[in-house]
């Protein structure tokens, strides 16, 4: 199992981030198989953004939900994660990580990719 | 929404203590309770899953207890390997909450 993040390194404040997952070892198409996204400011502690099972199953961090859209395409073996109007304190170390169901936590992780908020 | 709490944040040990961290949640989340460790510039690393069943290939010498609303993470013989983060997280279908973190030095 390896999952695997991309997107800019840098973005610009009030630009939309977009970042991929992609993941190999299983199956998005298990419709047990979720993918969350986490991250970690420099220094700081781990935050849980958003998980996706399905395309009709999303689930957002409260305090983040109208800045963030996750999406997948299992034909693709990709997971998308769009949060929009970035600010610099955006910047942080952008995880994916799979749960192997619902009721189990993240078991893989990806190794993250650095994004900075900077005009 | 639920909250996290670890304490302490900072831990300093010696080669062969016994550690125990604490993790608070704000209400009841049963056992849906992970542990992780996490080394500088890496990603975490499972530990603990069902707040007391430990992750396959993970070291004996860690166990977690607890359920309700107090849970914690025990290393019996604290090894040099050892210092890192670590993290508690609520976990369910629809959420999966962090706490602050603890780090363990030597």
């Known amino acids: 199992v390896t999952l695997k993040e991309s997107g800019p390194v840098l973005v610009k404040p009030t630009e939309t981030l977009t970042l991929t997952c992609n993941v190999s070892?299983?199956?998005?198409?298990?419709?047990?198989?979720?993918v969350s996204w986490i991250r970690q400011p420099p220094g700081k502690a781990l935050e849980w953004l958003a998980h996706i099972f399905s395309n009709d199953e999303k689930s957002y961090n409260t305090s983040l939900k109208t800045r963030l859209t996750v999406s997948e395409d299992p034909s693709k073996s990709q997971v998308v994660l769009t949060m929009t109007n970035m600010d610099p304190v955006d910047t942080a170390t952008y995880f994916c990580?799979?749960?192997?169901?619902?009721?189990?936590?993240?078991?893989?992780w990806g190794p993250g990719t650095l994004v900075t908020v900077s005009s | 929404d639920i909250q996290m709490t670890q304490s302490p944040s900072t831990l300093s040990a010696s080669v062969g203590d016994r550690v125990t961290i604490a993790c608070r949640a704000s209400q009841s989340i049963s056992s849906w309770l992970a542990w992780y460790q996490q080394k500088p510039g890496k990603a975490p690393k499972l530990l603990i899953f069902a707040a007391s069943s430990l992750e396959r290939g993970v070291p004996s010498r860690f166990s977690g207890g607890g359920s309700g609303t107090e849970f914690t993470l025990t290393i019996s013989s604290l090894q040099p390997d050892d210092v890192a983060t670590y993290y508690c997280?609520?976990?369910?279908?629809?959420?999966?909450?962090f706490g602050q973190g603890t780090k363990v030095e030597i």
């Open positions: 070892g299983f199956s998005l198409n298990n419709a047990r198989m979720g």
């Open positions: 990580a799979r749960m192997q169901s619902r009721w189990l936590p993240l078991d893989s």
């Open positions: 997280q609520h976990y369910n279908s629809y959420s999966g909450t």
